[in-house]
């Protein structure tokens, strides 16, 4: 189910990284637009804090930050979600439910967006993908393996649009 308007997706790219390398460290800050429903995704060496520092984001805490790791010589997409503790908005049942409807887009977003580096790197369709529920309660507090991204939006890796 393709859920990206992909004229919705605003990437930046931020010194340290292009669009083809480097794999490690390469870390993603996806934030979005209640508003416009518009998508704001940047690439770079480390989060970018600037996007998610402003006070409507540090109350919502609804980003998502996204990086590839090496384990035991093998890549790995592990992706990160503030589901409670600390200020932030809603119950953690509520923000658990919202972020797990909204991991498809969000994985199709980061796939999309940095096309570049899946067409010179295919290998990276095949990793696996861990998503980080981070809570401060101990129901949600968990880590999930969701698959490989080719498995998750098979029709972007098709024809690298």
Not at 117 to 144: G, I
């Amino acid at each position: 189910m393709v859920r990206l308007d992909p004229q919705k997706l605003h990437v930046t790219y931020l010194p340290g990284v292009k669009p083809e390398n480097p794999i490690v460290p390469r870390r993603y800050t996806l934030t979005h637009s209640d508003v416009t429903g518009d998508l704001f995704l940047t690439v770079g060496p480390d989060y970018n804090r600037d996007q998610i520092s402003g006070w409507y984001t540090r109350f919502m805490r609804d980003e998502v930050l996204a990086e590839w790791k090496t384990n035991q010589d093998k890549l790995e997409l592990h992706i990160y979600c503030h589901v409670s503790g600390g200020l932030v908005f809603g119950r953690a049942g509520w923000r658990d439910a919202i972020f797990r409807s909204e991991m498809p887009l969000v994985l199709e977003a980061l796939r999309y967006g940095d096309r570049a580096l899946f067409a010179a790197n295919p290998k990276l369709d095949q990793a696996p993908v861990f998503v980080h529920f981070q809570s401060s309660q101990t129901r949600y507090n968990r880590t999930e393996t969701w698959g490989k991204l080719a498995d998750r939006a098979p029709h972007l890796h098709e024809d690298q649009q």
